[in-house]
């Protein structure tokens, strides 16, 4: 069965750190990948998507991630934290078929000190 | 920037209550999705929902679950005896296109069963 790990629950950084999230997904075939973002009392709000084609993609916000397909992995990176990045952390995938339900990782909550 | 809308934010209601949670997707979409999160939990998907019929549903979808889309603007999911277990949020989410994977999502309905 599907599944996404991710392996940061809880991350606290300071402003201008750098940060990277992991996420890592069993699945055979050719997946779509997804970063949600949910800022506190807001909706969950798409960060950034990969269907095909570049592995590096660039989302709102000065967020990117890398599809590395060898290692099952699409982490979530950003040079420069702000104090408004603070919000919780989603990584999800489906299969690149018919089938659309979304199978979410446990989620990073990420604090950032001003 | 049109919106998926839920109501209400919260629900509290009795074991062995029926309750209906209610959804308006975002005009002109297609597909449509409910999940749900227990507290500290991952997000579960539960149905999808497309053409006046469900596409696909979850083994958490049973009997006392039914979805529906009434009069063309609403999406509700109805859960006929809720459980105890049944406490979560719920997100309904929509989809523009036959064609696309992005999933945009309500801020959720916050369900307690006491």
């Known amino acids: 069965a599907q599944s996404v790990s991710q392996h940061n629950h809880h991350v606290i950084l300071s402003e201008a750190a750098s940060l990277e999230l992991g996420c890592n997904y069993s699945?055979?075939?050719?997946?779509?990948l997804f970063w949600y973002v949910q800022y506190p009392g807001q909706h969950l709000q798409l960060l950034l998507k990969?269907?095909?084609?570049d592995p590096l993609v660039k989302g709102i916000k000065g967020f990117e991630a890398e599809f590395i397909k060898s290692k099952f992995s699409f982490n979530l990176r950003k040079p420069s934290v702000q104090w408004s990045d603070t919000a919780e952390y989603f990584c999800?995938?489906?299969?690149?078929?018919?089938?659309?339900?979304?199978?979410w990782g446990l989620g990073t909550s990420l604090g950032v000190n001003p | 920037e049109p919106e998926v809308t839920q109501t209400p934010s919260h629900q509290v209601t009795q074991m062995g209550q029926e309750v209906i949670l209610r959804c308006v997707p975002i005009?002109?979409?297609?597909?449509f999705y409910w999940y749900r999160q227990i507290l500290g939990q991952k997000v579960e998907f539960l149905v999808s929902?497309?053409?006046?019929?469900?596409?696909?549903k979850s083994e958490i979808f049973d009997d006392q679950f039914s979805v529906e889309r009434p009069d063309g603007s609403n999406f509700t999911l109805k859960i006929r005896s809720t459980k105890l277990e049944d406490s979560a949020m719920y997100f309904c989410?929509?989809?523009?296109?036959?064609?696309?994977?992005?999933?945009?999502f309500g801020p959720g309905t916050r369900l307690t069963v006491t």
């Open positions: 989410a929509s989809t523009a296109t036959v064609n696309s994977y992005e999933q945009y």
């Open positions: 005009s002109n979409h297609l597909y």
């Open positions: 929902f497309y053409n006046n019929e469900i596409s696909e």
């Open positions: 699945y055979g075939g050719t997946v779509n």
């Open positions: 990969y269907f095909s084609g």
């Open positions: 999800a995938v489906n299969n690149a078929g018919n089938n659309r339900k979304l199978i």
